[in-house]
């Protein structure tokens, strides 16, 4: 998986005592994370700089061990001494690094780990948000970081899966899949909503007969009743009763006579056009309809999909994988493709999705940019904390209220667009600060989080910047 870090350091602007020509800013060095796992040999630590180095000097870091030895389980390139590594550097460069070789793994149950920490520079430097890196020789839950998790710009052509635990990303373009196979004992079916997919029931099972388009199966426009059932139900909640509650396709029943053909609006292909500052433009070209039936397959699924007036049609067998939550389907490769990370290492999703809202006259179909949803089928669960209430800095897991994380067990949209103003004729689209998040991973570590930026320095949306800390 692509790493997405990159972080954004908060500088102090420090001033020498003398007002003359000469007077000189500090640099600001950082680690690049706060933790880091070492799961290769040999791993780079990266230090960043502020702004490209006035001249050529070291940093001096020092380290402390954590039941490890320095020449026996760990060594370093620059060579350490005495539990300092001296860290050279050129002039005008933003970055630097020192190599940190893996002698010995840790056994499984162990705690191993190394703590670096800037202790000084032949430069004048300031130390930014991390002072400090922990790297470890097991697996551990990262303490924290700022990653960038831009979807692209304000096409907002990918979705992006975010891991808080091990500071990993998998971004995948949202026009790759079409259906989404439910992996548990269910046989349930997902359609693709971040490109506005849309389904309708019809009374035939027979795939082969021609149909014709139906205008009203839309989505995204804020006119569909919800109601209607045409698209699933943006709580991600995959079973219920009734019109507009769980996938918009029914249960795939194990009679096939009772699986019938669906009329499907593909939605929309990833918009290209460039849309005004602080804008989006999600929405390309239609992709046009397809017919889809759906059966079982022993424990798997079949598809059956063709174009609206064909006698002929495509079929597919489609496995489960008990790792995910979903298999999923594209109908242009027809192919099964990768889309979601194992059901257990995701906890975020940012995507254009498609949700109800109640715009006087009930719920309607809407299409949002800019959403996050979270992975409560793999077992992530959120709350939204006010800094009314208590400060970002100050928030620990002993204020942690576990009961808040109830809602978030069966609605994916906690966080959805509420981290976020959406801007005005007048104004750009802004981070809401008067929040940040509790999140709760599969494996039960507690994460703080909150978001810094939704737009780059042009003003274009879709550039998502967050921090996050592991609470103790």
Partial sequence: MKKLLFLSIALLSLVSCSSDDNTVEANAVTFAEASLNLTAATTPIELKFATPTAAAGTLTISFTETAVVSGTDFTTLPAATAKTVIVPFEKNVSSVS??????????????????????????????????????????????????????????????????????????????????????????????????????????????????????????????????????????????????????????????????????????????????????????????????????????????????????????????????????????????????????????????????????????????YSDFITTNAKGGAQVYQVLVSTGAYADFTKAKVVEDNFRVSVTDQRIIGATWRNGGSDTTLPSIRTDRFYVVKDAAGNYYKVKFLTMLNEAGERGNVTLEYAILK
């Fill in 98 to 367: 020192f190599t940190v070789n893996k002698l010995k793994e840790a056994i499984e149950g162990e705690v191993k780990n190394v703590v670096f920490t800037v202790t000084s520079s032949s430069i004048n430097v300031v130390t930014g948000l991390n002072k400090s890196i922990q790297v470890n020789f097991n697996q551990t839950a990262s303490l924290g970081s700022v990653l960038a998790a831009t979807v692209g710009g304000p096409n907002q052509p990918n979705q992006l899966y975010l891991d808080l635990s091990s500071g990993t990303s998998k971004s995948v373009n949202r026009a790759a899949w079409d259906f989404g196979f439910s992996s548990g004992t269910d046989f349930r079916v997902v359609i693709n909503g971040s490109v506005k997919m849309a389904v309708k029931k019809l009374e035939t099972s027979d795939i082969t007969l021609s149909q014709v388009i139906d205008a009203n199966v839309t989505v995204g426009a804020g006119t569909t009743a919800a109601s209607n059932g045409y698209v699933d139900n943006p709580t991600g909640v995959l079973a219920g009763a009734g019109a507009g509650i769980g996938t918009a396709i029914a249960e795939i029943s194990a009679t096939d006579s009772e699986n019938k053909v669906y009329l499907v609006n593909m939605g929309s292909l990833v918009g290209t056009a460039t849309p005004n500052k602080g804008s989006v433009s999600v929405d390309g070209e239609s992709r046009g309809w397809k017919k889809v039936r759906i059966l079982r397959s022993g424990n798997g699924y079949k598809i059956q999909y063709a174009d609206l007036t064909s006698a002929t049609f495509t079929e597919k067998v489609i496995s489960k994988d008990a790792a995910y939550n979903f298999t999923f389907f594209s109908l242009a490769s027809g192919n099964t493709v990768s889309v979601e990370p194992e059901k257990a290492k995701w906890d975020l999703n940012f995507t254009v999705f498609t949700n109800y809202l109640n715009m006087g006259s009930g719920e309607v179909t809407y299409g």
